[in-house]
């Protein structure tokens, strides 16, 4: 939308940003003041619905009474230790993450980007200590068009140019492979491989869904090398795809499972790297850490942000509703789309090159209501919280079939 056309405290609210922040994103020109459940309102009164859900940050919907309550007790009890003390949400935190993950150990950090490193630092030491591999010379082997977070050493193994370009020197020991090419990731495999880092779906790629078995398979082949599978299932996990992690479509357990986002519920930065005994432990006090990560605001709200996602049948809702929907976004019949992919409520609609760009496409749903991204310039994602009825989606198609249509 040209800026000319705002409304005046919209435009103010857009230029204070322009002036003050970094111009580090391209966001809508939508300004958020209240939010609910699937709903969000902005300072003019007006109500859109959230089809981005913080790229699935927002599982459980926005403030999720169950979690807003847990975060609100936890406020009035202790917020922070630091883990140079105990407190009494951590343990049972990790527990709980322990047993619906079905792993043995559990490390809580913040961000995705944390649990990521957290992750790399986990198996290279592993790699060293049990693997035996010569000090300095592990190997990670990473897809392209990969995402798995901004810090300097994840932007090192990254395939888009802008996320790396002006940021060297990048960390070394990390090798490419195509992503959902089986045969490519076995001959990439060296003495040194120690691991091998995929997310089951490409969320911010573009909604890119790996041929069938492509999980199972490189699964299968890091067994037999003894190299340790990574999942980032920052995105993909807790009930998005239909699932409560999308490695579950193909019956694969991976050896470090790497999950953020929805574990925050919306309300808090909340993630964790998940592994056995074997991997989890090589660290030792003062190997790694976090003066946020397992603190009790965080772990209360992670509780309950679980809690939800397994006694709302989260995941088994988005694989109804998300199939249902997939079809009826396939049955559209628009000139401009190329093709519907995803699972579940991980939705991504890519539009033709000869049609232009994405972003249009979002601005004239975000003037019917509806807020939703474009990722990787041709994709439009739709990702709403898992707690969307069937109604509310069918209202939004009506709007969705004459952004496509026209
Ligand atoms: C969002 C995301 C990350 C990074 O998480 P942050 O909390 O932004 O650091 C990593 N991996 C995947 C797959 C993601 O979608």
Redesign the pocket.
């Known amino acids: 939308m040209p800026t000319s056309t705002l409304p005046p405290k919209t435009l103010a609210f857009l230029e204070e940003v322009d002036r003050f922040g970094a111009h580090n994103y391209k966001p809508l020109p939508v300004v958020v003041e209240r939010a609910e459940g699937v709903w969000v309102w902005d300072v003019e009164g007006r109500r859109y619905l959230d089809m981005l859900s913080a790229?699935?940050a927002l599982n459980q919907g926005h403030r999720h009474p169950a979690i807003v309550q847990a975060a609100k007790e936890q406020l009035d009890r202790v917020t922070l230790t630091s883990r140079a003390f105990h407190n009494d949400q951590m343990g049972p935190f990790l527990k709980e993450v322990a047993e619906a993950t079905g792993f043995a150990k559990v490390l809580p950090m913040n961000?995705?980007?944390?649990a990521?490193e957290t992750a790399i630092k986990m198996v290279r030491k592993w790699a060293y200590q049990v693997k035996g591999i010569p000090e300095g010379k592990a190997e990670i082997v990473v897809c392209e068009n990969n995402?798995?977070?901004?810090t300097t050493t994840i932007v090192s193994f990254s395939s888009e140019p802008q996320y790396r370009n002006g940021f060297g020197p990048f960390t070394p020991g990390f090798r490419m492979v195509p992503y959902g090419d089986v045969e490519a990731f076995r001959a990439a495999i060296t003495p040194h491989t120690a691991g091998f880092l995929v997310?089951p779906i490409q969320?911010?790629g573009g909604v890119v869904v790996p041929p069938a078995g492509y999980l199972a398979r490189t699964r299968e082949i890091c067994a037999e090398r003894g190299i340790a599978f990574m999942a980032?299932e920052?995105?993909?996990g807790l009930g998005r795809t239909g699932r409560l992690f999308c490695c579950d479509w193909e019956g694969v357990r991976p050896d470090v499972l790497i999950v953020?986002?929805a574990l925050g519920g919306g309300i808090y930065?909340v993630?964790a790297a998940i592994a056995d005994d074997e991997f989890m432990g090589v660290f030792r006090p003062g190997d790694h850490g976090s003066t946020f990560g397992g603190n009790p605001l965080a772990a209360a709200v992670g509780r309950a942000s679980l809690r939800v996602i397994l006694e709302e049948r989260l995941a088994e809702r988005a694989a109804e509703l998300g199939a249902w929907f997939m079809e009826e976004l396939r049955a559209l019949d628009s000139p401009h789309v190329e093709e519907v992919r995803g699972k579940g409520l991980l939705i991504g609609v890519v539009i033709k090159a000869s049609s232009g760009p994405a972003r249009p496409f979002c601005e004239a749903l975000m003037e019917r209501g509806i807020l939703a991204k474009e990722t990787h310039e041709q994709v439009i994602r739709f990702a709403p919280p898992l707690v969307i009825t069937r109604e509310v989606l069918e209202e939004a198609l009506l709007a969705i079939r004459e952004v496509l249509a026209a």
């Open positions: 790229y699935s961000t995705g980007a944390e990521v995402f798995h977070g901004r997310e969320g911010e980032d920052i995105q993909t953020g986002k930065p993630s």
